[in-house]
């Protein structure tokens, strides 16, 4: 009875080290790899993974390469891990191969070294965030979870060496939002040496200095990575200008920050179950102040930056299962009479809604990529396409894809440019422009693939994402401020000037699309 009861109250942290449920771990752990290699060998990459591949591939050297993703919105290192790779191996698989390493270690130092509860931990690995947005999409956000783990699996050790410096560095060159997130860590390890009291010119202070300077590296390599950006279309369209009147809202909203979290349609709701969980560290002055701050700015960066998808709200959750890792090692370490410290109602509502907060990531996996795996729903319908245009009717022809990001990933797979709509010039990578064409309509298509047919003499395949049967007539914002317009009369011409050959319209994501032949 007082089993169940500890279990009760401190439904994160366990009582026992993590060797005396080692086989349990494994198990889990080995569940966890199976089901996410399993999802990986069906999983068809989409255009933000391709491009990131793309860009690499563009560069003819290391040097050429930190030109050509210059400004892209990244720092370098995912772009490092992915030339290192292809220079060893060549081959396409490079990219979910990476993608699955890195989360694979990520997710055996969570197994296998974390003080929670062997729940906690199963819930933890089968979620949206380490089962599929940080592994099975191979992007480089799962990064930062490896280095956050790594921080938290050996912070007793590192925190007062240059491990801790050089860690947090890396942290902040896996992608900007986990700037804020190394500068939370270096917050809280300066808070634990505040209430430490040391002298000025102690080892500690000099060591805390210097692995500043290494974080500060690490936050000017990030800004030199990704400044001025390259796509100032996508870089503007989202920005939320900064002043007295936008600083309020922008500290309340919901939105914009957390909601893609699962609370799209109640987003406060988001703020709330975050606080909740800030909370678990009440009583932990260096904890809650860095989980307070890893919040806000966070909050502020994708409220004045960009909205944040799931894949950039959920560092947070990362973060803050690293902070109570660190934690939940110092009360295993600490004296037994601390163990018991915090009993409150406070407490208990607070572990309980980061279990919750959690768990509704486990069930949007389970619901989302996993459901649609099983029913045979790829998460890309590119594969498809580009087995379209192996036939060998359309071996060489030229492909159009409206809007044109979306053929992006379709370059995985035929390893061929097709042509930019809006650039009027073939690639593989899309410019979010604001100098290409920002108005067109389906007569511009049509023109295009009468002119692609007459220089090339061959079929022309256009890929459209909308459905020309029912989508409604007007004016649409495709991506980034660029727009299609849509009436009957441009639809009846397109219609008659093209032959519709198929419809892949499966894919769990939003790479969807008819196909059409010019000439008809």
């Known amino acids: 009875m007082q089993q169940k009861s500890d279990w009760f109250r401190q439904p994160l942290l366990t009582d026992v080290p993590p060797r005396a449920t080692r086989g349990a771990r494994l198990l889990i752990l080995a569940a966890w790899l199976a089901v996410t290699l399993w999802m990986v060998a069906h999983h068809v990459p989409w255009r933000d993974e391709v491009r990131a591949y793309s860009l690499m591939q563009m560069g003819q050297s290391w040097p050429d390469m930190f030109r050509v993703v210059h400004g892209e919105g990244h720092p370098y290192l995912w772009y490092i891990l992915l030339k290192a790779g292809n220079d060893l191996f060549g081959v396409r698989e490079v990219l979910p191969a990476v993608g699955f390493l890195v989360a694979a270690a990520a997710g055996s130092l969570l197994a296998l070294r974390a003080p929670f509860r062997l729940g906690l931990i199963a819930i933890l690995l089968f979620s949206l965030h380490l089962g599929f947005d940080y592994s099975v999409v191979s992007r480089n956000y799962g990064i930062s979870a490896l280095v956050l783990f790594a921080i938290a699996a050996f912070y007793a050790r590192i925190r007062d060496s240059l491990w801790f410096g050089l860690l947090l560095l890396l942290l902040c060159n896996t992608n900007a939002p986990s700037v804020f997130l190394a500068g939370a860590f270096f917050l809280y390890r300066m808070m634990e040496l505040w209430g430490e009291r040391p002298g000025w010119r102690s080892r500690s202070v000099l060591v805390l200095a210097t692995n500043g300077a ?307």
Not at 231 to 260: C, E, H, K, M, W
Not at 266 to 282: G, R, T
Not at 358 to 365: D, G, I, K
Not at 391 to 396: F, S
Request: hydrophobic letters at 50%.
């Open 214 to 520: 290494l974080m500060l590296l690490g936050v000017l390599l990030c800004f030199l990575a990704i400044y001025p950006p390259a796509n100032d279309a996508a870089a503007a369209v989202n920005r939320v200008p900064l002043n007295a009147q936008t600083l309020l809202p922008g500290i309340i909203d919901g939105y914009r920050s957390f909601a893609a979290l699962g609370f799209h349609n109640a987003p406060q709701l988001a703020n709330l179950f975050i606080v909740l969980s800030i909370a678990v560290f009440a009583r932990r002055r260096p904890a809650v102040v860095a989980a307070a701050a890893a919040f806000v700015t966070l909050k502020l960066f994708f409220f004045f930056g960009f909205p944040a998808a799931f894949r950039h709200a959920a560092l947070l959750l990362m973060f803050l299962v690293a902070l109570l890792w660190v934690e939940g090692d110092k009360r295993a370490a600490g004296p037994v009479a601390e163990r018991d410290e915090d009993h409150g109602l406070l407490s208990l509502v607070a572990r309980w809604g980061f279990v919750l907060l959690l768990a509704m990531e486990s069930v949007m996996y389970v619901r989302g990529p996993v459901a649609g795996l099983v029913a045979g729903r790829p998460w890309s319908g590119a594969k498809e396409l580009a087995a379209i245009l192996e036939r060998p009717e359309y071996k060489d022809a030229p492909l159009i894809v409206e809007p044109d990001a979306l053929g992006e990933s379709v370059v995985y797979w035929t390893g061929k440019p097709f042509y930019l709509l809006r650039q009027q010039r073939f690639g593989t990578v899309t410019p979010f422009s604001m100098t290409g064409r920002k108005e067109m309509s389906l007569d511009d298509i049509l023109g295009s693939a009468r002119q692609l047919h007459a220089a090339t003499g061959r079929p022309v395949v256009i890929a459209m994402e909308r459905d020309l049967r029912t989508v409604k007539p007007g004016r649409y914002d495709v991506m980034y401020a660029d727009y299609m317009t849509f009436t009957p009369q441009n639809i009846a011409r397109f219609q008659a000037g093209t032959r519709r050959i198929a419809a892949i319209r499966d894919a769990f994501g939003d790479e969807r699309y008819d196909i059409y032949v010019y000439p008809r």
